[in-house]
């Protein structure tokens, strides 16, 4: 699934493509993409209109248009593909007929949505997030502030979208392991010192992660690009059984909520 990091290189990446382009014409392809809408919904508020923005919030990616925006959440395989005039082909959902191009968002699961707001407060998911961790408001007497609120495991915390947005399975088990915290401990029990090296874990992680996803930049014209070289930054993520690159114990998987969580039991504690 898309995380902070990813969904950030689409939208830096996608903006000098789309922006100042105007919305000729929409399609939905398969409606379900669209869910609980009706494509009317984007039909109506997007076509004529020009994308003044590209901007990510949490895991959503925004077309800002002139007057309202194009909400797209990717959910586990979305992606966004570029063909250029006349070359439309393959599976695709939806469709934004650019002039000399079409942005198609494809998604052969169904699980991803594309949809209409007249404004960003109009949707229930954005409304619904929590704090941005590369936002200057993210502070690390912020998070002592969200995580003494809670009993919860960390990592079950971490990705809770409602309270730190953006996070997701990947990124909240590679901070915990660069923060040196197992992630079942309990949120409300970390001290002053543990918080402090998990915002840095946090931050850091998402950082070095978003420069991978940069490195080299999404390339929307190949429908089988996907992001390289980020297997070489995780510490735990996906390594079950294998030796902890900093202490050399071998790595852990655990079942938490319906997520695997990765720690390694030798420093992190």
């Known amino acids: 699934m898309p995380e902070l990091p990813e969904v950030e290189a ?11 382009r105007k919305i000729e014409r929409c399609e939905v392809i398969h409606k379900i993409a669209m869910r609980p809408q009706k494509a009317a919904t984007l039909y109506a508020g997007a076509e004529g209109q020009r994308i003044v923005d590209v901007e990510r919030r949490g895991k959503y990616l ?35 007929h650019l002039p ?10 169904h699980f991803g949505r594309v949809n209409f707001y007249e404004t960003p407060q109009d949707s229930a998911g954005l409304c619904r997030l929590g704090d941005e ?7 690390w007497q912020r998070l002592a502030e969200l995580l003494g609120g809670s009993r919860r495991p960390v990592k079950l915390f971490l990705m809770d979208q409602t309270r730190i947005a953006g996070l997701g399975n990947i990124y909240s088990n590679e901070a915990l392991w660069r923060a040196r915290l197992d992630p079942r401990r309990r949120t409300n029990r970390l001290s002053a010192v543990e918080t402090r090296r998990l915002h840095k874990g946090i931050v850091d992680v998402l950082r070095r992660a978003l ?12 429908p089988e690009w996907w992001f390289q070289g980020l297997e070489k930054i995780l510490g735990v993520y996906g390594r079950e059984g294998k030796r902890c ?12 909520g319906t997520r695997s969580s990765y720690f390694c039991p030798g420093c992190q504690s």
């Open 10 to 20: 689409v939208a830096q990446s996608l903006l000098p493509l789309v922006c100042g």
């Open 62 to 96: 925004l077309l800002r248009l002139e007057r309202g925006v194009v909400v797209i959440h990717f959910r586990l395989d979305g992606q966004l593909v570029w063909f250029d005039a006349g070359r439309v082909s393959g599976h695709i959902d939806v469709a934004l």
């Open 100 to 109: 000399k191009g079409t942005l198609g968002f494809v998604d052969q699961r």
């Open 133 to 139: 961790p590369l936002g200057p408001a993210f502070t």
């Open 211 to 222: 420069e991978c996803c940069l490195n080299p930049a999404p390339n929307f014209r190949d």
């Open 245 to 256: 690159r900093r202490c050399g114990e071998r790595i852990r998987r655990i079942a938490q």
